[in-house]
């Protein structure tokens, strides 16, 4: 099985400021098919489900304020807040979709400073 | 629109059953495999089940093994999860999920509440 290790389990960020999250996975999830890392963040507030944010790791989704990005490839990515705004106070997780089980890291906090 | 949407939660005993329904529009369903994941309220998600597109083959996680059942519909475009044995700690929100269409999606969930 394939363990997503996100760092760090908080972040407190000024308003405005660049906000930014690991995530490692145990061994790479490069997709063979398409030569695309199968990797997702999602945005998590209070009574909401998940909401995609990135997939393919860097492909941002429709809707998804550019000021966030993601990168990586093989087994080290990153998601970035290019400017933190008060709406973007959330958990957010990184997950795996290149094999099953599914697997996801335990969560990032972003607050504000 | 990529939609799903959960239905069937709700309060069970321990030891009780509880069968949860997913119904998807939007995409040809009966070409992607389709997964259930649940989250403790306040806690990190955990994938629960996997089936392959025409139903053939299934996967779950060790702590709901034989207790769980996945199945799909892909007349009526529907994913279920049957799930027997119920446990307390088995109290969480389930969404079902479909990977790479090209990104994930998923529903708002259903919770599922095991307590005496």
């Known amino acids: 099985d394939i363990v997503m290790t996100q760092s760090p389990d908080s972040l407190s960020v000024s308003l405005g400021e660049r906000a930014t999250i690991n995530c490692k996975s145990s061994?790479?999830?490069?997709?063979?098919?398409?030569?695309?890392?199968?990797l997702a963040w999602y945005q998590q507030k209070p009574g909401q489900p998940p909401k995609v944010l990135m997939y393919?790791?860097?492909t941002r989704e429709s809707g998804v304020p550019d000021r966030f990005s993601g990168s990586g490839s093989g087994t080290d990515f990153t998601l970035t807040i290019s400017s933190l705004q008060a709406e973007d106070v959330a958990v957010y997780y990184c997950?795996?979709?290149?094999?099953?089980?599914?697997?996801f890291g335990g969560g990032t906090k972003v607050e504000i400073k | 629109e990529v939609q799903l949407v959960e239905s069937g939660g709700g309060l069970v005993q321990p030891g009780g059953s509880l069968r949860l329904s997913c119904a998807a529009s939007?995409?040809?369903?009966?070409?992607?495999?389709m997964h259930w994941v649940r989250q403790v309220p306040g806690k990190g998600l955990m994938w629960v089940s996997r089936?392959?597109?025409?139903?053939?083959?299934?996967t779950y996680a060790d702590s709901v093994k034989g207790r769980f059942t996945i199945s799909r519909d892909n007349a009526k475009n529907t994913l279920y999860l049957q799930m027997n044995s119920l446990r307390v700690e088995d109290t969480a929100v389930y969404y079902c999920?479909?990977?790479?269409?090209?990104?994930?999606?998923w529903g708002p969930g259903t919770l599922v509440t095991v307590s005496s």
């Open positions: 999920a479909a990977m790479a269409i090209p990104g994930p999606r």
């Open positions: 939007g995409f040809s369903f009966s070409n992607y495999y």
């Open positions: 089936i392959n597109s025409d139903g053939s083959g299934t």
């Open positions: 061994q790479s999830v490069l997709s063979s098919s398409n030569n695309q890392n199968a």
């Open positions: 393919w790791a860097s």
């Open positions: 997950q795996q979709y290149y094999t099953t089980p599914l697997s």
